[in-house]
């Protein structure tokens, strides 16, 4: 079975400008949960979708926001990027997300200059 | 809400010696507990992860975890450890039974393995 995909791997984007970023879950899975990565903060919770709606959010601001797709696919887009936007995002699939395994995508780095 | 605590940032070890690494966790309700394990330019792995039942959790590469409620740790060890296993191990909690079951974070703990 193949694993969470996540496209593109890097992009360098520059500020001001807008990005989406894209995760294929593995076939079966309906939740996708996003996960921004920094040296400073961390892991932090995004936000989560499943079958279409999002189901939780971080405390992240509103220029940060996805949707899904009925294929379970996820985007995530992140408007008038900032220095600090710069990260490891990863996207997260399982089958429910209430608690069952959830399996990382290898992330993409996006580096905002 | 919950916290994760890893108390260690980096661990340093030589190869073939044990190694145990540290994670306390704060919450008022019952939570799941997971250890994760990045790779350099990868994405996590799922090392192991208590969700109920026996308190001591076996998971993949040789590494256990003991769930201890009274004093709210999940430490990670291994009895020998090999090169390949240099890498950041991170701990994760869910709270049980709620709304949200997003996976919060500890900082990491980079282990470190010298031959």
């Known amino acids: 079975k193949a694993g969470v995909t996540q496209t593109p791997r890097y992009l360098i984007k520059t500020r001001g400008q807008q990005v989406t970023l894209s995760c294929s879950p593995i076939s079966g899975h309906r939740s996708v949960s996003w996960y921004q990565q920094t040296p400073g903060q961390g892991l932090q919770f995004l936000f989560e979708y499943f079958s279409e709606t999002q189901r939780n959010k971080g405390n992240f601001p509103g220029r940060f926001s996805g949707r899904q797709f009925s294929n379970s696919r996820s985007e995530m887009n992140v408007s008038t990027l900032e220095l600090g936007d710069s990260a490891l995002y990863l996207c997260a699939s399982s089958i429910t997300g209430r608690g069952d395994e959830q399996y990382f995508g290898p992330g993409t780095r996006l580096t905002v200059t | 809400a919950q916290s994760v605590t890893q108390l260690d940032s980096q661990v340093p070890v030589f190869e073939e010696a044990p190694v145990e690494l540290r994670c306390n966790y704060s919450s008022s309700v019952s939570v799941y507990l997971f250890w994760y394990v990045q790779y350099p330019n990868q994405g996590l792995q799922l090392l192991l992860k208590y969700l109920s039942g026996s308190t001591l959790v076996k998971g993949i590469n040789g590494f256990e975890a003991e769930f201890n409620k009274s004093q709210t740790s999940f430490h990670l060890r291994k009895p020998s450890v090999h090169i390949s296993d240099t890498a950041e191990y991170f701990c994760?909690?869910?709270?049980?039974?709620?709304?949200?079951?997003?996976?919060?974070f500890g900082k990491g703990t980079k282990l470190s393995v010298i031959p």
């Open positions: 994760a909690v869910i709270r049980a039974g709620a709304g949200s079951y997003q996976l919060t």
